[in-house]
């Protein structure tokens, strides 16, 4: 499983940019989809998971941001974030769990800043 990710920028802070996340290859294996980020300093976090059965939010960004998937072609997976704060910076990553492996599969980070 290959995935990519985009749509990171400089924002100002309560303004919104959409991540993507477009994965390739075995995405039958793919059972589900996560978006990490670390921030300056600090740990890499999970921010939002989905599911056939269910999302998750981290409590930080719960009502702010939310998490699509598009199984249409591929798989694309989306991250919309609103009511972006400073403490939202960091470079956002995409994940996949998979069926066929004890290990996530991982795309590249895509930076967002946020600017007070």
């Known amino acids: 499983v290959q995935l990519q990710a985009s749509g990171g920028g400089v924002v100002q802070a309560g303004g919104s940019l959409r991540l993507s996340c477009a994965a390739s290859g075995r995405i039958f294996t793919i059972y589900e989809m996560y978006w990490y980020r670390q921030g300056p300093g600090k740990q890499r976090e999970l921010v939002a998971s989905?599911?056939?059965?269910?999302?998750?939010y981290a409590d930080s960004v719960k009502g702010r941001f939310t998490i699509t998937r598009d199984n249409a072609k591929n798989i694309m997976v989306y991250l919309q974030m609103n009511s972006l704060k400073p403490e939202d910076t960091g470079v956002y990553y995409c994940?996949?769990?998979?069926?066929?492996?004890?290990?996530?599969?991982w795309g590249q980070g895509t930076l967002v800043t946020v600017s007070s």
């Open positions: 994940a996949a769990g998979r069926l066929d492996s004890s290990d996530q599969s």
């Open positions: 989905i599911s056939d059965a269910r999302i998750n």
